[in-house]
């Protein structure tokens, strides 16, 4: 009976791996659009972070899939299906669908990847094919979404319904922004390429958002695989009961507690996004030794493991618990990361906009006006594979 454990589980993953994607998708289209401070290295690092997050949010659903006959977690399959069975459990719709998402989540994977290089050799066929293709395949999961959840019958499966078309719009609004760099490249072109990019991203956002709220009901499932839907009740023993279709569950968590998932998930992005900003300053010539470098990023992974372990706890811990500590303890963390994400997001936004460069440019003539700050001839190999990637 723990196979529903780890469908519960896999569930929410999906859904946070979604958003946090998203979240970078958005920055990542933001960057282009505005200039943001940084060059290429702020316009291609998110979209790379924004793909490993969706590439395993839809390696996630394809595991749900395959397991479907599965009922003991030891016989768990990793990746060869055995389609024979699942097809007696689901339709061929939702198949197609979920093996569309993963094979375009790869493609878009190959594109960002090569995107880190300026200028690579058989751009075309190395970004701009494979960004094309994997958008018409996420259309292609999209409309199976729709059609799955087509039917619109009380409040159960509205929020399903929704979020397919959320899926869908995505999907087409990625896809529309991935035809002007395969015709043409120009400023006027590429801008309106980034907000497709943007709008993509933020209407997977949403889509994020409500599969949470399906994950909440007890919708396994999500949208794409609604057998799993009927199962209502998991205890955390290890036990299941299966309800009958036509009950309709009550969600344990509120819209504010998916709320504070979302601020930590964006917490999360600005954490990966300093990353980035440690390495501009040290290249800046900022730091007169690598080691400020390692501690500044060590620093931001430590955050980036903190936050994911928040995350963790809240898919076990649906609601406030009652009882102290254990109460107290909830509302100081969600105090903790409100707060530590809008420090993060000053940090980052004051990056991109140009604004903390001023104040570093006045603090490091003062250095050098002293002579307290050499630039530094050593290389650490953090900042050789950025410089190798990027120039």
Known sequence: ASIFQLRFTIAYWISVLFLLGSIFFCVNASNRMLKAYGGRVVMVWPNLFGSVCYITGCYLMYLQLINLPTRRVDALRILCPDWSKISERTTSTASVGTCSFLVGACLFQISCVADLWEAPRYAYLMISVPNFLGSLLFVVGGVCEVLINRTRSGTYDDTAWFASWFTFLGSVAFTVAAVPPMVVS???????S???YFLGGFFFAINAVLLLLLWEADDFGLTMLKQLNRVTEVSRHGTAKLA????????????????????YCWFISMACLDCIIKDEWYKEGFYRQGLLLFTGLGMQIFIVIVVFIVLLIHSVVLQVPKAEPFRSATYITRAMMIFGAFCQSVDVIAFFSGYATMDAEFLKSILRRHGLMVPSEKSDPVSALFRNLHF
Request: hydrophobic share 40%.
């Open 244 to 263: 009958p279709s036509s009950s309709v569950p009550d969600s344990k968590m509120s819209i504010r507690d998916v709320t504070f998932i979302t601020v």
């Open 194 to 196: 980034d907000m497709g």
């Open 186 to 192: 120009s400023t006027e072109l590429a801008f309106l």
